[in-house]
């Protein structure tokens, strides 16, 4: 039992020291603005970002992505969902921003996740940490170092792999939803407009018909009296 927790606490400080940059937001941009965020970056490596717009009007947002220097590397006009990596060659600042403008009344919510691939400095500490750790792994189970890393690296990509796929499954379950109220409230407030109409045109019609033999009760009595 001692020599499972100890193999399991060095798992878990190994697994610290893999796991890649990567940052998920749920957000609200209101209508007429635009939200922008931001990614340093140190030297050139890969991103990856993926949004999805869960909520609010026809469900889309205009997207782009500025590099430090001003140039525009992506831009989405009006999309519900998309995903796009990019090569980031210049240390700097990246903007990302989703543009809500064109909307006057319907605020957005939008889930973006963005994955960097920068692991240089995380894979010189994991060396040495598993050059620390070696002999003490050898002792524990009947493995090789290099075997166990494996092993330990497989886990983890598809750990990574179903947190994606959970992240996406709820996404698009707030998304349906979201669309699936929308609707609701949108069909009781037409039937309700639908009922007040055919309520009024009722009265007016019982109405009508009233006063035509109103009319009439009163020329038979102006002619009674007369005679």
């Given at each position: ?8 606490c ?6 610290a020291?893999v796991v890649?940059?990567?940052t ?12 922008c ?11 990856e ?5 869960i ?14 220097s ?16 990019v ?26 996740e ?6 240089d ?6 060396d ?5 750790a ?7 189970i009947?493995?090789?170092i ?8 497989t ?9 994606q ?5 709820k ?26 109409i055919?309520?009024?045109v009722?009265?007016?019609?019982v109405l ?13 009595g102006i002619?009674?009296a007369?005679t």
């Open positions: 039992m001692a020599k499972f927790i100890s193999v399991l060095l798992f878990y400080t190994i697994v020291f890649s940059f990567e998920d937001l749920t957000v609200e941009i209101n209508a007429g603005t635009q939200d965020f931001y990614q340093h970056v140190k030297k050139p490596v890969g991103i970002i993926e949004y999805q717009v909520d609010g009007g026809d469900l889309d947002i205009s997207f782009y992505i500025q590099a430090p001003g140039q525009v590397l992506i831009s989405d006009v009006q999309k519900s969902d998309a995903v796009h990596k090569d980031a060659a210049a240390a700097g600042d990246y903007k990302f921003c989703f543009d809500n403008t064109f909307s006057h009344f319907n605020a957005k919510v939008v889930y973006f963005i994955v960097s691939d920068d692991e400095d995380e894979d010189d500490d994991d040495k940490d598993w050059n620390f070696k002999e003490e792994l050898s002792g524990l009947d493995m090789t290099q075997d166990f890393k494996t092993k330990i690296e886990m983890k990509d598809n750990l990574d792999k179903s947190a796929i959970q992240h996406v499954l996404n698009y379950e707030a998304r349906d939803r979201n669309t699936a109220e929308a609707n609701f409230q949108r069909v009781n407030w037409f039937s309700g407009i639908q009922v007040f055919m309520v009024s009722g009265l007016t019609q009508l018909i009233r006063g035509l033999f109103d009319d009439k009760s009163r020329v038979h002619m009674k007369r």
